[in-house]
């Protein structure tokens, strides 16, 4: 028995996981210093999560620029190993993200591996969209005409209500085809997201191609859309009507790419759309030898 006793044993505390943001690949605490309570559906308190400021936004679209030439550059091929890494790697805390998911032990663990199956498809398409998407043109004259996708840039992201099946749905199609992103992850569901940042940060992934930050959906959401250096963004988790047409107004200044918010269910077969939503076509003419 322990010296302390059985009565000691019981009335030692737990150490409580502190979630930060994600950035540059590292595990920040918000420039701010604040925080906000996370709580379960029932109302009880889960944990407190940092509540991310714009200077924090700033400095996460600043490590997404930075990785972006690097990972756009890598091969497809090798992107599409390191998500298939990073769904082993999920596979192997299927435990602790249906623990952090809630919401019935059954569904949370159908959850967590509906995530990884989402990330074994999108890690087969990573070679395969250039072809689908890309294009041999018939002209009339003796060219080769070729048009071929390539990544937009920078992509910020507002993530859907759904913690980890929705958040990964969004994410996986804009780094698959060579682009980073900065994520604004579920406000009220904030947990999961930190967790899958863990599995990203030991995964291969090369930090500053996803940065997650939580906090205020109304606060962070137009500032980056109104980044100059940000090149499209995915509203899919903008609930509020009013904060998304904001959005799209701020996105039209320096002509971003944008992705408005739609009812999915992440349950629901994925389609190429998202991939080649955050895809542009460079198109190469190039004269036949003769």
């Not at 000691?8 to 943001?21: D, Q």
């Not at 859907?160 to 569901?189: H, M």
């Not at 996105?251 to 944008?258: D, F, P, Q, S, T």
């Amino acid at each position: 028995m322990s010296p302390r006793g059985e009565a000691g044993a019981m009335s030692r505390l737990s150490v409580r996981k502190t979630y930060k943001l994600y950035i540059g690949g590292a595990f920040p605490r918000s420039e701010s210093g604040r925080s906000y309570p996370v709580t379960s559906p029932k109302g009880e308190f889960l944990a407190n999560a940092s509540r991310a400021s714009r200077k924090d936004a700033r400095d996460a679209v600043v490590a997404a620029r930075k990785a972006f030439a690097g990972w756009s550059g890598a091969t497809a091929y090798n992107r599409g190993q390191i998500l298939y890494r990073v769904a082993e790697m999920l596979e192997g805390r299927r435990a602790q993200f249906a623990e952090e998911l809630g919401g019935g032990k059954k569904a949370a663990l159908e959850a967590v591996d509906a995530a990884v199956d989402r990330l074994v498809w999108y890690a087969g398409w990573s070679d395969k969209i250039a072809s689908v998407h890309g294009a041999a043109n018939p002209v009339a004259g003796p060219y080769f005409n070729l048009s071929s996708p390539e990544p937009t840039g920078v992509v910020a992201i507002v993530a859907p209500a759904d913690p980890l099946l929705g958040l990964v749905s969004v994410v996986a199609p804009v780094i698959v085809t060579g682009n980073t992103c900065v994520v604004v992850a579920s406000e009220p569901s904030p947990l999961a997201s930190i967790t899958l940042a863990e599995v990203l940060a030991t995964s291969d992934l090369p930090g500053g191609v996803v940065n997650v930050l939580t906090g205020r959906q109304a606060e962070l959401a137009p500032w980056l859309a109104a980044h100059m250096d940000v090149n499209g963004i995915d509203l899919t988790g903008v609930t509020d009507a009013d904060l998304a047409l904001r959005c799209e107004q701020e996105a039209a200044e320096n002509l971003k790419r944008v992705l408005r918010p739609v009812q999915e269910d992440w349950a629901a077969d994925p389609r190429i759309g998202r991939m080649t939503r955050f895809l542009e076509t460079k198109t190469v003419w190039h004269p036949v030898g003769i």
